[in-house]
């Protein structure tokens, strides 16, 4: 049996992209520096991340960034790539909080994960799972604390 390279090769051996699919993503900031517990960083990250024009050919159903990485789940579109998504979301957001903190170099690690969910998954539970993510961690007792998230569903209903 063949073993599976360590390492960014890795993450995307057998990543497959499908015409609206649903993505579970998570990335690091690059070596896991807690950049986005400055406020600074994390507003302008979260900010751009949020924008419809960050994520080409994908829409961004919910996300929260942490202070040393970030979650989201993710609709392609019938043209979207999920590589090609990623990307442009990480390099526009890293632009804005190059700028915010009057600096250059590396913003996040260069891999993801992700992982695409099957038919039978609740895509409710999965952003629960998501926006869950700053009271697992002990950053807040309520979500509505946390500033750096949010959620399609909003508009609808809350998502507790």
Same mark, same amino acid.
């Not at 995307?12 to 609206?20: A, E, H, I, L, V």
């Not at 970030?70 to 990307?87: I, T």
């Not at 590396?106 to 969910?117: E, G």
């Given at each position: 049996?063949?073993?599976?390279?360590?390492?960014?090769?890795?993450?995307?051996?057998?990543?497959?992209?499908?015409?609206n699919?649903?993505?579970?993503?998570?990335?690091t900031?690059h070596g896991?520096?807690?950049?986005?517990?400055q406020?600074? $960083?994390?507003?302008?990250?979260?900010?751009?991340?949020?924008?419809?024009?960050?994520?080409?050919?994908?829409e961004?159903? $919910?996300?929260?960034?942490?202070?040393?990485?970030?979650?989201?789940?993710?609709?392609?579109?019938d043209?979207?790539a999920?590589?090609?998504?990623?990307?442009h979301?990480?390099?526009?957001?890293?632009?804005?909080?190059?700028?915010?903190?009057?600096?250059?170099?590396?913003?996040?690690?260069?891999?993801?994960?992700?992982?695409?969910?099957?038919?039978?998954?609740?895509?409710?539970? $999965?952003?629960?799972?998501v926006?869950?993510n700053?009271?697992?961690?002990?950053?807040?007792?309520?979500?509505?604390?946390?500033p750096?998230?949010?959620?399609?569903?909003?508009e609808?209903?809350?998502?507790?």
């Amino acid at each position: 049996m063949p073993s599976i390279a360590p390492g960014h090769r890795a993450l995307r051996k057998g990543r497959d992209t499908r015409p609206n699919g649903l993505y579970l993503l998570t990335t690091t900031t690059h070596g896991r520096r807690p950049m986005f517990a400055q406020w600074h $960083c994390a507003r302008a990250a979260a900010a751009s991340l949020a924008q419809p024009e960050s994520w080409p050919g994908a829409e961004l159903l $919910c996300w929260v960034l942490m202070p040393d990485h970030w979650h989201g789940l993710v609709r392609l579109q019938d043209s979207g790539a999920l590589g090609v998504a990623m990307r442009h979301a990480k390099g526009r957001s890293a632009r804005a909080v190059n700028l915010a903190r009057e600096r250059s170099g590396p913003v996040w690690s260069r891999a993801f994960h992700d992982h695409a969910l099957r038919a039978d998954e609740d895509i409710l539970r $999965c952003a629960r799972y998501v926006i869950a993510n700053p009271l697992r961690a002990g950053l807040v007792e309520r979500i509505g604390d946390y500033p750096y998230w949010d959620a399609v569903w909003l508009e609808h209903a809350a998502i507790p």
